[in-house]
Structure formats: C-alpha cells, structure tokens
C-alpha cells in the first residue's frame, strides 16, 4: 500500500475560499449593472401599464357617468362613489378592484382634469424614479398622452 506524504501539494480550503470570493466580486461588477438596469426598466414597464389600466377604468367611469372625474375627485373615484360635484350620472362602479395610487417608486400619480396635454381628456403622470418632471433613463416621467418630441 501507497502511503501519502503530509507535503502533498494541493489546495487548501482557504485558497478554495479566496478564489470564489474573487469570482463572486468579479462576477458582480460585471452582472449588476446589468441587472440593475433591467430593474430601472421593469419599473418603468410597470408604471406604463398602471397607466394603462387607470386610463381603461377613466375610460368606463367617463361612458357611464358623462365625463372624466375632476381633478378634486381624482383616481378614488374609480373605487369609491364621488360625494363632491361635479357628481356622476350613472356611477356604476367600482371601475378598478385594488386601488392605484402609488407609481412603482412610491410617489403619488398625477392626476389632471382637463389635461394640460390632452385638453378633452386628462392627463396621468408618474415622474419616475426621482420623483421630478423631466430626466431619463428610469428617471424618465411615464405618461398618458402621445409624446411628440417636447
């Protein structure tokens, strides 16, 4: 039988250790930037779509009480009946099951009626990530109208 030598070479479980420290920084400086862009980016995604879904629920709330809600009134009279004029006609809803309030970043949406934008209609804001109007990148304001070039 071989008999094995304590001077036998090979890695011991500290230098296994540091290589896989040194891979999983390597590893992270060159995939969170990348991650962390699509995040910016599914967000933005995502505050589209709520606007989307908030523009439909105007939309029925507008067919079947003759008009948008005010500015006053807001998006909470897409849940809750408006007690305050201009009242609705035919108020059937609630026009959308969980209420929509906040964008992605936690900032309230904006909310206007008439629109600055859209004159006849509203207009729906979220600033994006920093909370401001204007930026880019996923500081860039999600809206409800038609962009053409401002």
Known sequence: MKQFDSKQSGLTLVQILVVVVILGVIAAVILAPRLLGQAGRALQTRAAEDIETLGIALDRYAKDSGDYPSTEQGLKALWEKPEEPPLPIN????????????????????????????????????????????????????????????
């Open 91 to 150: 108020w059937l809803g609630p026009y959308i099951q969980i209420p929509i309030t906040e964008d992605p970043w936690g900032n309230p949406y904006i909310y206007i009626r008439p629109g600055v934008h859209d004159r006849y209609g509203y207009d729906l804001i979220s600033f994006g990530s920093d909370g401001v109007e204007g930026g880019t990148g996923e500081a860039e304001d999600v809206v409800s109208w038609i962009r053409r070039d401002e």
